[in-house]
């Protein structure tokens, strides 16, 4: 009598466990080249969203440098007398007389090298020109190796000067209380502001703001105000009120250890003490470098005539025209350098010799941390500045 035999020999078992197995491997595969990939694309998207975001905060700040009303510093400085006036006092983060001013860190002269690091240091670079100490103050999280650039200007946005009340020592500058939102945008309680017309510009602190009836009031000398005596004569009708903008950007560490970049803004409210508020504008931006375009005309009895022949680093600038204020004053273009890295790891290994990014003739070391890395460059003229306006 024959039997039916069921079942499976072990060599078939085998044989279908082998095919599992490959199967399963193929899969693995197939999922960690997915992961990879798409930690890559979120790395590259990241990046390039932070190094987008970074570059248009600092173009739009620097392309307001020169903004002092309808004529620009270089025309009011030019005047005899002279057009600009500030009746601050020696504060370095209001001096609206150098409307650009940067800070070289040592050692990140184009041609350079520069190690970053995992976990970056801060506060121990020197700078050219030094650092001043209300500055340094402010920027205490500063990554090593990193420029700085300080911006002083008026608001692109002014409102008309309706009425000018009270006495010289004491103006009171009225507009239209309507076109308030004008003048506080961006500020919750702003005190800094500058009058202007085509001849003159006076940059101050009020004393007092009222919104309700739209007033500013001058003549402080509680704060930091040298003088409350405006020593130019301004017409209702053609004067503008604008918001008076000292900001200072530079890359720092976060409370996260993690490089973004900052932007300090000095500021007061009416009779207020200074104020730097610093704020934490663009994560995964580990170094920034910068060079300055400078007018041909380096003549200090000579007006600028708006062509940029040059590129210097800050302190270049600083040695090119006595006084430096002069060479600063000539400047008329920033070209920028961005070293942005992915938050997170991507898979992209760049820590041999066959990757190393530059940025304006500064060549990085980077950590193999698998971080995605990249350089963003760009020119950014100063409108204000530009063909001697």
Request: hydrophobic letters at 40%; a negative charge; proline letters at 5%.
């Amino acid at each position: 009598m024959s039997r039916r035999v069921r079942g499976l020999t072990l060599i078939e078992l085998m044989i279908a466990m082998l095919i599992g197995v490959v199967l399963i491997l193929g899969l693995v595969q197939v999922f960690a080249a997915s992961r990879s990939a798409y930690m890559l694309s979120e790395g590259m998207s990241r990046v390039q969203e932070n190094g987008r975001f970074a570059l248009d905060y600092l173009q739009r700040d620097i392309r307001m440098v020169g903004h002092f009303g309808c004529v620009n510093d270089q025309a009011h400085m030019a005047n005899s007398p002279q057009g600009l006036v500030s009746l601050f006092g020696a504060h370095p983060g209001l001096d609206f007389f150098t409307s650009v001013q940067g800070y070289e860190a040592d050692g990140t002269a184009p041609g350079a090298g520069l190690a970053i690091s995992e976990t970056p240091a801060v506060g121990g670079t020197a700078y050219s020109p030094t650092l001043p100490a209300e500055i340094a103050a402010a920027t205490t999280n500063r990554i090593n190796g990193s420029d700085i650039i300080a911006l002083r200007f008026l608001a692109a946005e002014g409102v008309p000067v309706t009425a000018i009340e009270g006495t010289p020592d004491t103006p009171v500058f009225r507009f239209d209380p309507a076109r308030w939102d004008v003048l506080r945008s961006g500020a919750d309680n702003p005190g800094l502001f500058g009058v202007a017309d085509c001849i003159s510009s006076v940059v101050f602190q009020a004393a007092a703001v009222d919104s309700g009836s739209g007033s500013v009031t001058a003549g402080s000398t509680q704060s930091f105000n040298a003088s409350s005596v405006f020593t130019r004569v301004f017409t209702e009708g053609q004067a503008t009120l604008h918001r008076a903008e000292s900001v200072v950007f530079y890359v720092g560490r976060n409370d996260q250890g993690q490089p973004s970049l900052y932007r300090v803004r000095f500021t007061a409210g009416p009779s207020g003490a200074l104020v730097a508020q610093r704020q934490e504008l663009v994560e995964g931006i580990e170094n920034m470098q910068l060079l300055y375009g400078v007018d041909r005309q380096l003549d200090p009895t000579r007006p600028a005539d708006g062509f940029i022949d040059r590129l210097m680093v800050a302190s270049g600038v600083q040695a090119a025209a006595t006084p430096a204020r002069e060479a600063w004053r000539r400047v008329g273009a920033v070209q920028i350098g961005l070293l942005a890295v992915s938050p997170q790891r991507a898979t992209a290994v760049q820590g041999d010799d066959t990757h190393r990014p530059s940025a304006l003739g500064v060549t990085y070391t980077v950590p193999d941390d698998g971080r995605y890395r990249t350089v963003y460059e760009s020119t950014i003229a100063m409108r204000n500045r530009l063909y001697g306006n």
